[in-house]
């Protein structure tokens, strides 16, 4: 491991290399600052070696882009695409963003928005339940939304114009854009042709080789197979950093054995510079950097303080001796997401004769259903009760937004929980998973403020919104 061998002096800067490569799978010149890429083109050979050996990730550097292709087990469904104002990807905007990048790949130097989206239009004519009619204000935004990420990344570049004058009105605006080739060619590499899949679960790890459909079902149920020890190390140190924490109960044989030896976390921490937390449940790495956590918590906000808020509430009920007895479930697997995808590709789009099957070989990675944990559930009515009590206590310092909109800030701070893997969103309510304990006894405190008794006091005025501070006993970043 090249990391062992670079300074003391040197280690932090290596680090935040390789925290940057983790959580930012494409660098430009641009994205995600201007000093990342400089950062990972020091580094490129020591990472490129460590990367591959610990994860098996493959990481391509050149003057104006980074690209990490990593081994995906299994399908993540926390991390959407979202637009510049943090609302999540619909499946017009995703279907937008595919074509345009698609059509970007064709174009020359420069395009104009209204050329593109004739190019995504006539794209998205040939895919049924996908249409972009630019007559159409809602379909205008969706599409704009999607170069606006593309832009971010800069795969495109503003030259002239403005988009949001073309979404108002695209016979009086217009934008021009120059094309970043390289950004463009990097950033979509699946590691198939995903013209020749007919299942997602061709894109996941353990389905390199193509399977003939008389092997299927051998293939995913044969409990003989061995599995390879160096990748079974991979998978763990992959869930370590891909995933907030890592069960035990997620786990077979094999790769509990994996995690529990300290040289496999160790490694981890030595080139992420983050800090492991070992419970009896699992394994956590703790980002007190905040540089490859995509989201802090506990954090500001009212979406994170009723998150919070919520998850001591849960702790609460879920030790409760004298309320009744919760019911327990397992937790639901992959498939049906994978069904979900799986239904939603374009007949047409692949090359039948080409064709390949194929499936994930994850018996090394999960346990068997049928000895998989169950965890308490908490049930919507009771979280509806939980949220308006903490709206009544403490809605005053709560966003304007959210102290009318109960449904929708119980929703997101759910959503924020389930992102956290503190527990795992079903029908009906949440599942609630270990780790949530370490935010029990939260403790809340609201500072009243003084108003002024004149409007041109000398000192600096004051807000009259009631500033909240919510501790958990043991919460951590």
Not at 279 to 292: F, K, M, N, P, Q
Not at 385 to 414: I, K, M, Y
Request: aromatic fraction near 6%.
């Amino acid at each position: 491991m090249r990391a062992r061998e670079i300074s003391s002096l040197a280690l932090d800067s290596y680090q935040r290399a390789a925290r940057v490569a983790l959580s930012n799978h494409l660098v430009t010149t641009t994205y995600p600052d201007r000093i990342a890429l400089p950062l990972l083109r020091r580094w490129a050979t020591e990472l490129r070696e460590d990367l591959l050996e610990l994860f098996g990730y493959r990481l391509e550097v050149t003057e104006t882009t980074a690209r990490l292709f990593p081994v995906i087990d299994r399908l993540d469904d926390s991390q959407p695409a979202r637009t510049s104002t943090d609302r999540i990807f619909d499946r017009r905007r995703y279907a937008y963003l595919s074509l345009a990048l698609a059509a970007l790949g064709r174009a020359g130097n420069q395009i104009t928005l209204s050329e593109l989206a004739d190019h995504v239009a006539a794209e998205a004519s040939q895919v049924d339940g996908v249409e972009l009619t630019t007559d159409r204000a809602s379909d205008r935004d969706a599409f704009v939304d999607a170069i606006g990420w593309l832009a971010t990344r800069g795969a495109i570049a503003l030259a002239d114009g403005d988009a949001s004058g073309w979404a108002n009105n695209p016979s009086a605006g217009e934008a021009l854009y120059d094309i970043d080739r390289p950004v463009v060619v990097a950033m979509f590499r699946p590691p198939r042709a995903v013209q020749h899949l007919r299942s997602i679960r061709g894109l996941l790890a353990g389905s390199d080789a193509p399977l003939e459909p008389d092997d299927l079902d051998s293939e995913r149920t044969d409990p003989e197979r061995p599995a390879d020890p160096k990748e079974t190390l991979r998978s763990v140190r992959r869930a370590l950093v891909e995933q907030p924490v890592v069960y035990l109960t997620d786990l077979d044989r094999d790769a509990r054995a994996a995690l529990a030896a300290s040289r496999t976390v160790a490694d981890v921490e030595l080139l992420t510079g983050l800090v492991a937390e070992r419970r009896s449940e699992g394994v956590a790495l703790i980002d007190t950097s905040g540089r490859l956590s995509d989201y802090r918590f506990p954090s500001t906000g009212t979406i994170a303080q009723v998150a919070l808020l919520i998850a001591g509430e849960i702790s609460d009920r879920v030790i409760d001796p004298d309320a009744p007895a919760l019911a327990a479930y397992p937790l639901p697997d992959g498939d049906a997401l994978i069904e979900q995808l799986d239904r939603a590709i374009p007949d047409g789009g692949i090359f039948g004769d080409l064709a390949e099957f194929g499936f994930p070989s994850d018996a090394t990675t999960f346990a068997d259903a049928d000895s998989r944990q169950q965890y308490p559930l908490i049930e919507d009515s009771w979280l509806v009760t939980v949220v308006d009590d903490l709206v009544e206590r403490f809605g005053r310092t709560f966003a304007a937004q959210w102290q009318t909109d109960r449904d929708g800030l119980r929703l997101r701070a759910l959503a924020l929980l389930h992102r956290l893997r503190l527990v795992h969103s079903v029908s009906g309510g949440v599942l609630v998973l270990p780790v949530i304990a370490r935010y029990r006894d939260v403790m809340v405190s609201v500072r009243d403020r003084t108003p002024q008794d004149s409007l041109f006091a000398a000192e600096k005025p004051v807000s009259t919104e009631q500033p909240v501070s919510i501790e958990s006993s043991e919460a951590e970043d």
